[in-house]
């Protein structure tokens, strides 16, 4: 082995993480060819070179009583990663979103003088500011993509390097309408609700039986209204209805819908960004639900919301999800002349120039690359 290489270690436990791990490591790769990566990921970060030790299908658990259902296995986990870090000894570790996991990797792992880059920060202006007292003996290094955490976490002690957010990176879509709706087989004379139910199979059991039971009032309402369901490959939607229409690739399913209907995450902002008016919303295990409310201290829910500052989508979340709320808010928005619908596009545009510019994987690099 060379002895000038060097060895990175990435921790990404969701599919998310997987994805802006990486677009990170490629942009590491362009004129550093002796850097070797290492880690948990998935296949986005495994089609890259990065040695996937866990993958991501073992570490994506969403919802307190879910993670208290796999605590056993996940401290496991944890306590098996650190054994290999130990033994690999990287000159570098990459934490990526993941906080429940990284944040307690970050505790074991410290003695060890490993450098620690944390990218994409845990909320803790969500969840209250004891999670920034552990952070800040913990981080060499904390990479922000939201506008708003820099100035919220260094006013509590912990410098930040604000570098934007991905989203600013990512090109326009390329197909165009017509190839889509003739693809599979929609009117472009008849409206089109994009149906995003979440990314993780948890998410679909709560959400699913929700949607379909919307779609169903809906399509009473409005007979001519067609259904795109952005599926995610890891999820099973069951059952699937013959009228409504499959799209594995969520962004095309929001870039040529009317409206959609959102689970709260990072699907939000992705709608923001392709300008499609949407509701968001979110149901969880009740146990779950009682915890956030306990500890939870913002007043938004979704992503779009939260970077504006004030509500530019409605929110319907746990007891408020049902199929006539859903019903009563989406029917406005099928309408282009509907004020309420121009609204939100005006808020997306504020949200869109928020998001910084181009080239956030590039300084995100450069910043790494300068501390190896």
Known sequence: MNSLQKTIFLVAG??????????????????QSN?????????????????????????????????????????????????????????????????GFNLRLAKKIRKLDIPITYFILPQAWAWGEKRVKKMK??????????????????????????????????????KARTTFLNLHNLDPNHPIITLLPGSRQQEIDQHWPIFLKTLYLLQKKVPSLQAVVGKAPTVVLDP???????????RLAMAFGTVAITSSGTATLECAIEGIPMVVCYKM???????????SNVSHISMVNLIAGEQIVHELIQYKMTPNNLVNNIIPLLDKKCLERKKILNGYQLIRN????????????????EKL
């Open 35 to 99: 850097i070797l990566f290492v880690g948990h990921g998935g296949d986005e970060m495994a089609s890259v070179g990065v040695t996937i030790i866990e993958h991501v299908n073992n570490l994506s658990i969403m919802g307190f009583s879910e993670v208290i259902h796999n605590l056993h296995r996940m401290f496991h986990i944890l306590d098996e990663t650190v054994e290999t870090i130990k033994h690999t000894m990287p000159d570098r570790v990459i934490l990526i979103d993941y906080p």
């Open 137 to 174: 003996p913990l981080l060499n290094q904390a990479l922000s993509i939201f506008p708003f955490e820099k100035e919220w976490f260094e006013i509590r002690g912990l410098p930040i390097n604000y570098i934007g957010h991905p989203f600013a990176d990512r090109p326009p879509v390329k």
């Open 14 to 31: 969701e599919p998310s993480g997987d994805i802006h791990g990486a677009r990170l490591v490629s942009a590491m790769k362009k004129g």
């Open 354 to 369: 928020a998001l910084g510019e181009s080239g956030v994987y590039k300084r995100a690099a450069k910043a790494i690359i």
């Open 240 to 250: 699937l209805p013959d009228h409504i229409t499959v799209e594995n690739k969520a």
């Open 285 to 295: 295990s009740f146990f779950s639900w009682i915890i956030i409310k306990y500890l």
